[in-house]
Nanobody
Framework: QVQLVESGGGLVQPGGSLRLSCAASGSIFSVNAMGWYRQAPGKQRELVAT???????NYADSVKGRFTISRDNAKNTVYLQMNSLKPEDTAVYYCHADVTPLATMARRGYWGQGTQVTVSS
């Protein structure tokens, strides 16, 4: 069984920084694209950033220049370094990964449980 476990959310003042982590665990054959999405109250879930196994990142326009996504393939872990945080970044942040489990050898998407990020003074 594959699980994505997130950590690193919390409360931060505007202009501050946070680093999110998400580790994929279980009987895994391979992990392809990994990424972060967020959902603010009353809004749809939106893409924040994604990164392929080869390391090519993709960012939402709203976070370009402030957020950096990276990954450690050996640990099946993806990170999101968030700098210059704004109140509008407040949301639940969800990790997503395209994983091929050993049991099925069929690639599918998995979601983490979400971690709250609140930017407020």
């Amino acid at each position: 069984q594959v699980q994505l476990v997130e950590s690193g959310g919390g409360l931060v003042q505007p202009g501050g920084s946070l680093r999110l982590s998400c580790a994929a665990s279980g009987s895994i054959f391979s992990v392809n694209a990994m990424g972060w999405y967020r959902q603010a109250p009353g809004k749809q879930r939106e893409l924040v950033a994604t990164i392929r196994s080869g390391g090519s990142p993709n960012y939402a326009d709203s976070v370009k220049g402030r957020f950096t996504i990276s990954r450690d393939n050996a640990k099946n872990t993806v990170y999101l370094q968030m700098n210059s945080l704004k109140p509008e970044d407040t949301a639940v942040y969800y990790c997503h990964a395209d994983v091929t489990p050993l049991a099925t050898m069929a690639r599918r998407g998995y979601w983490g449980q979400g971690t709250q990020v609140t930017v407020s003074s």
